[in-house]
């Protein structure tokens, strides 16, 4: 929902005087999603009403950063294509994989038009 939606929806349930339930009826939405926008409306003001960011406030299992600079200049230094991206150069030596069948070795399926109206013709 937009920040104008939202900003609508708040007008519907304070200025209006609509109930929360029958808003969010209306806009297909949980009554706790409005009372949300509305109680955001009401503590920060139309600055309450814009998107927010899902990025933790803290991360206290975060690696250190001595050990991700170490590990970035290691990926760097040594730096060797995946094996998806690397050039095959002895097909015999990859995985194997099942190859489809040419064509010319399947065995053909004959069609037989029936004329249903006339029996005994083919």
Known sequence: MTVHGRQLLVDRVLVL??????????????????????????DEGAAGLVDRSSRPHRCPCRTAPEVEAAVVALRVSSHRPSPKSAPRTDPEVSTPTRRPQPRSSCNPVIFVETDFFDTGTV
């Open 17 to 42: 005087g609509r109930k929360p339930a029958h808003v969010a009826d209306e806009l297909g939405m949980s009554r706790q999603c409005v009372y949300r926008w509305v109680r955001r409306c009401q």
